[in-house]
């Protein structure tokens, strides 16, 4: 199993980057990560006695795109930066997943430009897995396209589906649709539209219809699908609202206690960890011909390794053949429904 | 100070919409509250000996929206509806305000429909406080304008900066546009020419620029802008988020802790209290001649008694005035750039 990790990318890089890929191949004796990006930068970074290592290699480059910059702009400008580096090498099969934690819009315009998509995928969409009160559902697009078609969140829903049926071990997915309201003739045009494609699909028995804002924490559904602009808002708005809780209660109920008030500061300190958005690893670029997972830009060693095991372990649950295979169901129903019409 | 009140508002009306009435009533001397709704389901809702009282009256009417109707449809089909009866009130100017926990869609269709809008307002907004580190702030839309213009979210801004200076008290608030990364050519069109707009402004000294989700709880601006899909949202998510943290918590830490388990747990339902988006009052319609207060549906007593001393204290505040005024002023702005290309 080989990755492509952007050591150039990421808040800190790329010291927690090579710090995360030491640790990821010293956990997994399968896998191999070509650190991409700048060699004179990349090399103090490794831990005394980690590196050389025959499995961690450095693929030398000389640009880098930071956070700021315009991302189309940014990769027409600086053909050698290690994001297009990466695209490339899982273009010539070099590699069979890539990791970043840089520009976020860089990485979906480097897929984008470079369109290998699944057979059938109309657009690319980055899933995020999100806690709930009935465990953990998944949500996309969390920000790979802010102007979608009905078409393409349509395909959120299969692509969501298989990925809650293989990766977060649910039997049969329900399917949501974020909304302002659970009526069928609620919001704009586009959740209008989406709603009669799901509702006309074979995947109407899984679609709960639509969902609010609320119903994600409360675990009303498997799959919830939207837009780029939302789902990114969503995820952003989620990680505040918890750390916001966090603090509050670290104040009024830790304020509150006396001699157990360690202990009630471990336990709060614990669940912190448990839900902090920035150490979950990574959400993957579903769609995408190999496995692509984006990072939050804060991602620590631990992150970075989580996200390299993540690469892995989609690799080996064959998730891509699985939604060929899916799309290719829908296609056909899709011509049967033409024919007999 | 005459309020119109939809009685048949709200998951458990008439009952908690009486009691909040009486409350109200009982805490203001100045206030009046005209009761809209079906007389016979009214009247037995009092508690004993507060009625008949001469600062709470019955505007009695045959029709009720439910929460699961089409607002547009049910508007023409129920032409007896209290939610039409208390716009008819405003209208009439029989009273200063309306409050309902009835349905949004209806109350807001009500609203456009009369187009009773304050002077150069394009169309209205519903404003939600909402709570972040550095004490509260605004967003709007929250769910009137699902389809807005830039004009439209920048109107937004100028009500929002009035509502944060004297409702909020902020000397000089700062206005943020909701989207997905801080850089200007971020996000979708409507961002990006909202954008523009605001740089182009009167109002370019107070606009911050654009702001996360993650930025609202952290107290970034006082007011965020954004369309009426994503402001539902947010609003929606921010209720769940903070519900499942609080849920966390409890269980988490709670269940760490032995003598002192009763002080955290009342420090944690005081806090879960403080922030409970159904107990907050409600939120304004802004834009409207005439004060317009819409409540959560699940609305109890004390959050109806809430919304209408909120009501009174935004006539008090000459909010509307203050709007016409800066509308009025940006107008002439404009007319001055254009004479001056």
Known sequence: MRIALDAMGGDDAPGPIVAGAVKAVAADPELHVLLVGDRAQIEPCFPPGTFPNDRLEIFHCTQVITMEETPVLALRKKPDNSISRCWQLLAERKVEAIVSAGNTGAMVAGGLRLRRFLKNVRRPGIAAVMPSLRGPCVLLDVGANVNPKPTHLFQYGIMGSIFARHILQRDRPTIGLMNIGSEEQKGHDLAKETHALFNSS??????IGNVEGRDINRGACDVVVTDGFVGNVVLKVSEGVFDFAMK??????????????????????????????????????????????????????????????????????????????????????????????
Do not use: W
């Open 202 to 207: 074979h995947l109407r028995e899984q679609f």
């Open 248 to 341: 509050m209660a670290a104040k009024d109920v830790l304020g509150a206690l006396d001699a157990e008030r360690p202990r009630a500061q471990q336990a709060l300190q614990a669940l912190v960890e448990r839900y902090d958005y920035s150490s979950q690893g990574g959400a993957p670029l579903l769609g995408i011909d190999g496995i692509c997972i984006i990072c939050h830009g804060s991602s620590g060693d631990q992150a970075i390794k989580n996200a390299l095991g993540m690469a892995a372990r989609y690799t080996k649950a064959k998730l891509n053949e699985l939604i060929v295979q899916e799309l290719e169901l829908e296609a056909s129903t899709q011509t049967e429904d033409e024919d007999a019409v």
